[in-house]
């Protein structure tokens, strides 16, 4: 008789009619555990979809079914740009659905139910909301503002200068609420943006105010257009626009304006407290002061002139006079001559760089 080691008696814990009540299990609860995924870039397959839902799951403190991956399965429809994500628990399931708008791949996907998913059912199975306390913040989202770039009250923004930043673009729509969502669209080759945004703002009642402000405002060469994504090309004027609501749009346009000068790119940079008027009067002095702004200025780009006003011997009020002006062939120049100018010391003066209208210095307006 062979030892008890080699006796080949199947164990009960590996008897196949012992495992059934698990796989039945599993088929009950898959409509709970299941979540639709729309909105795919072509270039998603199952292996990037899982390794992202795994890791985004991971970092809000989404996974509560233990150690180890929450995905056990992905179904990608490609022709539809869709997928089918399967948790291993009904509670992962419903804290993936705060993961709606999240961006995959430089796009907002949808996070949804799908349409097998019975909700009556899914009551007896475990949580049906996502946990209050997921850390969103971790992976870009605002919490509770699933689903925050979808809806009625979601803005187009478009015609944005391809050299504004994320930041930029943001600080300008902030400028009437904080947001609860936003998106600036970027090439997923380059990573360049494409000229437009949406956005959601945390109060709704902002959302024509900032749409009549900011459609029509000239941006460089370019011309916003703001209004309301599921409003198509015509921008109606809000039903409950109201003196007060033109008196708001005024002073966000001003303000607005302000930032165009002051915040937002130019190929000019303003510098102030570089030079006295004092230092610019003597000849030699100047030629020396002129050269050393060049030869700084050439360090952060193509710098086309520099301009530094000089008073005027009979005394006039001549514009500008203490500032310098840098020049650059593009935006890119300026904004790193910005950064790095702007809060460094020049004869014992802190130096404060803002950007100018290229305009005014084309005219050689120097006053603003």
């Known amino acids: ?57 991971a970092a809000i403190g989404g996974n509560t079914a233990g150690p180890g991956d929450a995905v056990l399965n992905v179904y990608i429809n490609h022709d539809k740009k869709f997928a089918f994500v399967e948790m291993r628990s009904v509670e992962e399931a419903s804290n993936a659905m705060a993961l709606d708008g999240i961006m995959f791949e430089g796009a907002p996907v949808k996070v949804r139910r799908p349409t097998d998913y019975n909700p009556s059912l899914a009551a007896a199975l475990g949580p049906s909301q ?55 669209v970027k090439d997923r080759e380059t ?67 302000l930032q165009v000068g002051g915040a937002l790119p130019t190929k000019v940079v303003c510098l102030t407290q570089v030079v006295s008027a004092d230092e610019l009067r003597d000849d030699e002095e100047y030629e020396d002061i002129l050269e050393d702004m060049r030869e700084e200025g050439r360090k952060y780009g193509n710098l086309v002139k520099a301009v530094i006003p000089r008073p005027d011997p009979s005394g006039a009020v001549v514009p500008g006079v203490g500032k310098v002006f840098l020049e650059y062939a593009d935006v890119d120049g300026s904004t790193k ?29 120097y006053d603003d």
């Open 1 to 57: 008789m062979l030892p008890n080691m080699f006796n080949f008696t199947a164990p009960t814990q590996f008897n196949p009619l012992a495992m059934q009540p698990q796989a039945m299990t599993q088929q009950a609860t898959r409509h709970a555990r299941r979540v639709y995924v729309g909105g795919l870039p072509p270039t998603a397959n199952e292996q990037t979809v899982a390794i992202y839902f795994n890791q985004v799951m």
């Open 130 to 184: 996502p946990n209050p306390n997921l850390n969103l913040g971790a992976v870009g989202l605002t919490p509770g503002s699933a689903g925050g770039l979808e809806g009625p009250d979601r803005i187009f923004v478009g015609g944005l200068p391809y050299y504004f930043t994320e930041a930029q673009v943001r600080e300008l729509l902030e400028s009437f609420g904080p947001l609860r969502g936003f998106d600036l």
């Open 191 to 257: 990573g360049n943006s494409k000229g437009y945004a949406f956005c959601v703002y945390q109060d709704l009642n902002v959302t024509d105010i900032a749409c009549a402000a900011l459609n029509g405002i000239k941006m460089g060469d370019k011309t916003l257009t703001v209004r309301r994504a599921n409003q198509g090309t015509s921008q109606p004027r809000p039903e409950q626009e109201t003196i007060l609501l033109q008196a708001h749009q005024q002073l966000q346009m001003q303000k607005i304006m």
């Open 337 to 365: 001559a910005k950064t790095g100018m702007h809060g460094r010391k020049f004869g014992g003066n802190q130096v404060v760089a803002v950007f100018y209208p290229e305009d005014k210095f084309a005219e050689g307006d």
